[in-house]
């Protein structure tokens, strides 16, 4: 098992949309329908944004949203806003009940 | 609201065990729909997976550091356990215990604050 690929930086502007990728394989991400992103900012938990690819918890805003084409699931954010600056991981379920996480995807907004 | 809370030595020596239990209020930990688990994270670096455990017992680790770990559940005191052994100084991380949901625990949804461990002697 190999952590899943994000990369390391995204930006965008107040208003503006970014989307941040998330590459697996076909034992993870591409095999099941178990994708999904958390939210952390600094000294803080983990905050689940997306989960089952493109299911929104309740009280998470719309601007948040998810997808997956093949290997690689998406996070994009629309309508960037100041709170939204913290950074991103994705997970995977990736078989016989293991987990895999990407290495983290910091969010700035300029 | 569930609640998780952590607690264990902030300090562990190389070579020795770390042990680590989280308590869970706010709901029953006799749950068919939750998994219990551990996520790291060492300073500065990403989110690691480090093991899992249903309410009946039932194990799952993380293959890179199965051979280190065990994971163990008491539901008469709502808690869960994590115990790594021979632990080294890339052992130290902010340790998150969490409610896994969805299939198979796929997706965690209730957080505890973490709490810092440091290999040193």
């Known amino acids: 098992q190999s952590a899943l690929t994000q990369p390391p930086s995204a930006s965008g502007s107040p208003g503006q949309s970014v989307t941040i990728s998330c590459t697996g394989t076909?034992?993870?991400?591409?095999?099941?329908?178990?994708v999904s992103w958390y939210q952390q900012h600094p000294g803080k938990a983990p905050k689940v944004m997306i989960y089952e690819v493109t299911k929104r918890p309740s009280g998470v805003p719309d601007r948040f949203s998810g997808s997956r084409s093949g290997n690689t699931a998406s996070l994009t954010v629309s309508g960037l806003q100041s709170e939204d600056e913290a950074d991103y991981y994705c997970s995977s379920y990736a078989g016989s009940n293991t987990l895999l996480f990407g290495g983290g995807t910091k969010l700035t907004v300029l | 609201q569930l609640q998780l809370q952590e607690s264990g030595p902030g300090l562990v020596k190389p070579s020795e065990t770390l042990s680590l239990t989280c308590t869970v209020s706010g709901g029953s930990i006799n749950s068919n729909i939750s998994f219990w688990g551990w996520v790291r994270q060492p300073p500065g670096k990403g989110l690691e997976w480090i093991a899992s455990i249903f309410y009946t017992g039932s194990t799952y680790y993380n293959p890179s550091l199965k051979s280190r770990l065990t994971i163990s559940v008491d539901t008469s005191k709502n808690q869960f356990s994590l115990e790594m052994n021979s632990v080294t100084a890339a052992d130290t991380a902010v340790y998150f215990c969490?409610?896994?949901?969805?299939?198979?625990?796929?997706?965690?949804?209730?957080w505890g604050q973490g709490t810092l461990v440091t290999v040193s002697s």
């Open positions: 076909s034992s993870d991400i591409g095999g099941y329908n178990y």
């Open positions: 969490a409610r896994l949901t969805g299939y198979s625990g796929d997706y965690f949804d209730y």
